[in-house]
């Protein structure tokens, strides 16, 4: 076997304050040591990885913000894809050269156990045979890396608990992001009718473009818009990925019992303290007169520890999700990619919130 060449990766030293506060302080580009085939146990393998997503996520965890955390030091990057290039003495499901995308649940930051170390920022990452998935013969390592991530979150949220059917009408908030976008892939599949909303009317002409029915800007409030494009009625499901004052515009804009899916909390990052320190001393707040009075089935839906709680609600949901990807009817769309030197900037640029879609960094040996 070709010995495997010295490779970089990103090191979180420890939490900052808040993501940016660790991005000017506590990341940093190392050079990483290749792993020793050698050293494998018979069920794992060594991923030349080639393209890992930059999500929200990434940058909560790096000032210990995110509900799930990881002690430093650390490398960030809970998904992402590459190739096969070497495996243990067990391993007959792979061969060497072959294109996978690997499970963030299973391996990287987000998961638990000894793979936690393996994030995507890096040249390598060492992780089990069977937490990868072959990557379609069509798909980029960049749509790979996003994949798990986004769809599976659409769909626990919308689907398992949102219980979206063909024929209602769903207001997704955020609609530009990852998992928005996935959100308004998915509603499309099921036969929703798309109501994505988002800060920027020219990112939303792209949320158009990928299938959104109709798209509204949140600046001056869109009750009255959704109720109209409804008939009076307003929203069955409402997504909200956003949090703060867009939670209470999007109460009032949906029908009686509609079923709000509280998915994330973008507009206001800094509800919990920095540093990870446990605690949320800048809690959000929701109206539960407009609660009662429109009688909403109000749903936390955290994807990750749902899933870490009860791992058999995991098999229906991939089962389904694999199927619309050999169908041909899922395809991540990917707005940017930086080189992995440049991950600082990937990482900003996800904080800004300025791309549709995948932010992606590629480890490079040039």
């Known amino acids: 076997m070709t010995a495997l060449r010295p490779g970089r990766r990103v090191l979180v030293s420890e939490f900052g304050e808040t993501p940016l506060d660790a991005l000017d302080h506590h990341l940093r580009l190392e050079d990483q040591a290749p792993p020793d ?14 393209s ?16 799930h955390l990881v002690a430093p030091p650390y490398c960030p990057g809970n998904e992402y894809a590459g190739v096969v290039v070497a495996k243990g003495a067990a391993v007959s499901s792979l061969e060497l050269g072959q294109r996978v995308l690997a499970d963030g649940l299973r391996v990287g930051p987000r998961s638990k156990g000894r793979y936690q170390k393996w994030g995507g ?21 960049d749509q790979g890396c996003n994949l798990l991530g986004n769809y599976e979150t659409a769909y626990h949220c919308l689907i398992t608990c949102g219980r979206l059917q063909a024929g209602e009408t769903v207001l997704i908030n955020g609609a530009s ?9 998915l509603a499309k599949i099921v036969g929703a009718t798309v109501i994505a909303t988002g800060r920027s009317a020219q990112k939303l002409e792209q949320v158009r473009a990928q299938g ?3 798209v509204l800007t949140t600046g001056d409030g869109f009750r009255d818009q959704v109720k109209a494009l409804t008939q009076g009625r307003g929203a069955d499901v409402i997504y909200d990925g956003v949090g703060g004052d867009i939670s209470v515009e999007s109460m009032r804009a949906a029908c009686f019992g509609a079923r709000y899916l509280i998915v994330g909390w973008a507009s206001t990052p800094f509800v919990a ?21 429109k009688g909403l089935q109000v749903l936390g839906c955290p994807t990750a520890i749902a899933t870490h709680r009860d791992p058999s609600i995991r098999g229906p949901r991939l089962t389904r999700i694999m199927g619309w990807v050999e169908d041909g009817r899922i395809d991540p769309h990917v707005a940017q990619v930086f080189s992995l030197t440049d991950f600082d900037a990937a990482m900003r640029a996800k904080w800004a919130s300025q791309a549709v879609g995948g932010i992606v960094v590629r480890p490079s040996f040039d």
């Open 37 to 50: 085939p050698a050293a494998l146990a018979p069920d794992e393998i060594i991923l030349e990885i080639r």
């Open 52 to 67: 890992a997503g930059v999500g929200w996520v990434d940058l909560l965890m790096t000032s210990g913000q995110y509900q």
């Open 121 to 141: 920022f890096a040249s390598y990452a060492v992780i089990p045979a069977d937490a990868v998935f072959p990557l379609p013969e069509r798909w980029s390592f």
């Open 177 to 185: 992001g990852a998992t928005g976008l996935a959100a308004v892939h």
């Open 212 to 214: 959104a029915d109709h």
């Open 273 to 293: 303290r920095g540093k990870g320190k446990r605690g949320a001393p800048n809690v959000n707040r929701i109206p539960t007169n407009l609660i009662l009075m």
